[in-house]
């Protein structure tokens, strides 16, 4: 009974915080699995996941991820789901929450976007940045995913850098059957909390 109230206490915050977050917030977080640990590892950061806030068609807001494939799910799920969740907000979008028509027009872009490109995407197992599936579709994995859906709306987009696998390169060669995309273009989770792009809001 005390673990079923702890759980629904979280809810209810976790769903109150729901209703400050606006679209394009980036939500950073961590949970455990072998490939998340050394995410973590190679990057010298907590994190190893990042999501992006977008409203469904149906104006409601959701967390739209890259997990095992490009979904929208639920705030209070999407934070229960992993810990240090931390908010980031990018400073080209910070203009837009002074006109409010500006940014009903950008939240009206930023889910027609998404459901026109990128939802039903698959996961991109082998972390390379223009890599197509059989269906003729891009593969993202969750940073590539939030880097591309919010480039298109910032004044300076963010640019892949050659990423680096070295650290942790022979456990990397078993998660990638020997395709280690070394020095390969992309986009790490922790970009978003280094980046002077960003600013931190806080914790969720």
């Known amino acids: 009974m005390r673990v079923l109230y702890t759980l629904f206490v979280f809810f209810l915050i976790a769903s109150s915080f729901a209703e400050e977050l606006r679209s ?3 939500i950073l977080q961590s949970f455990d699995c ?6 973590q590892s190679e990057s ?17 807001i959701k967390i739209a991820e890259s997990f095992t494939g490009v979904a929208l799910i639920d705030p209070s799920l ?25 940014f009903l027009q950008f939240e009206k ?3 027609e976007l998404y459901y026109e490109k990128f939802q039903g995407s698959s996961y991109d197992t082998a972390f390379l940045w223009d890599n197509w599936g059989s269906n003729g579709r891009e593969t993202l994995y969750c940073s590539e995913f ?27 060669r078993v ?21 002077n792009l960003f600013v931190e809001v806080g914790q969720l």
């Not at 072998?34 to 995410?39: D, E, H, P, T, V």
């Not at 010298?44 to 409601?60: A, I």
């Not at 880097?147 to 390169?169: D, G, Q």
Request: include cysteine; glycine fraction near 8%.
């Open 34 to 39: 072998r490939r998340c640990r050394l995410i």
């Open 44 to 60: 010298n950061s907590p994190w190893n996941h990042v999501g992006v806030v977008v409203k469904d068609q149906n104006g409601d």
């Open 109 to 111: 872009e930023l889910t």
């Open 146 to 172: 939030v880097t591309k859906i919010l480039n298109p709306f910032l004044r300076e987009a963010i640019v892949p850098y050659p990423m680096s696998f070295k650290k942790n390169y022979e456990a990397w």
């Open 175 to 195: 998660v990638f059957k020997g395709n280690v995309p070394e020095g390969l273009p992309g986009v790490g989770p922790v970009y978003f909390s280094r980046s």
């Open 78 to 102: 999407y934070l229960a789901r992993g810990s240090l969740n931390v908010l980031f907000r990018s400073k080209d979008l910070l203009h837009l929450y002074e006109n409010p028509d500006a």
């Open 24 to 26: 394009g917030d980036v």
